[in-house]
């Protein structure tokens, strides 16, 4: 069974991703969408709450699953006998980080390798900091997001933002 793994943020899942998901699951047995834990990294999400939004805008691609990690992504394509990492490529500026991140990860487990999808031209301007920057000012998000998670999305702003007010 080939298996492969799209890691990432996710904070939040993008239309982006969903056509990266939806084209890399067409190649694979099966797809595991995982948030990569960095404690460092406060989100607008849990990693937990992120992948229940993945769980809910892949709910009908049905070798497609969501899970979380904190563990080297290397290691954790070893535990899940997975062979393939896919990356989303936006533009020149996302290539150089990429391929260091592939080389060291081929390194680190020889048995990864890492497949590159060039974005859909609809999305390459598409990132979760766009959509979070677009929430706080109230625009709608149904360009930038799955539709099944806009209330979501939209509700955690207001609700970053009441506190943020609250604290001055
Ligand atoms: P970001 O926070 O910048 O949206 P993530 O870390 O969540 O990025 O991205 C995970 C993966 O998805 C990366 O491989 C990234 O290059 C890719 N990706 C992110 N947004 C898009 C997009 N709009 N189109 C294609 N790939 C994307």
């Not at 943020?9 to 834990?37: E, Q, Y």
């Not at 990132?127 to 997001?145: P, W």
């Amino acid at each position: 069974m080939s298996i492969a793994i799209y890691p990432g943020s996710f904070d939040p899942v993008t239309l982006g991703h969903l056509n990266i998901i939806k084209r890399a699951s067409a190649c694979f047995d099966k797809l595991i969408v995982c948030v990569m834990v960095n404690s460092k990294k406060h989100g607008m999400f849990t990693p937990e709450e992120r992948v229940e939004l993945i769980r809910r805008v892949v709910a009908k691609l049905p070798n497609v699953e969501a899970d979380c990690s904190s563990t080297l992504i290397a290691e954790y394509a070893r535990q899940k006998r997975a062979c393939t990492l896919v990356k989303g490529l936006r533009a020149v500026s996302d290539f150089e980080q990429e391929v260091q991140m592939a080389v060291i990860n081929r390194k680190l487990n020889p048995r990864l390798e890492t497949m590159f999808l060039a974005s859909s031209e609809k999305y390459t301007y598409l990132s979760s900091t766009i959509v979070k920057e677009m929430a706080r000012y109230g625009a709608d998000l149904a360009d930038f997001v799955p539709r099944e998670i806009v209330d979501a999305v939209n509700q955690r702003m207001r609700e970053l933002e009441g506190t943020e007010g609250k604290e001055g």
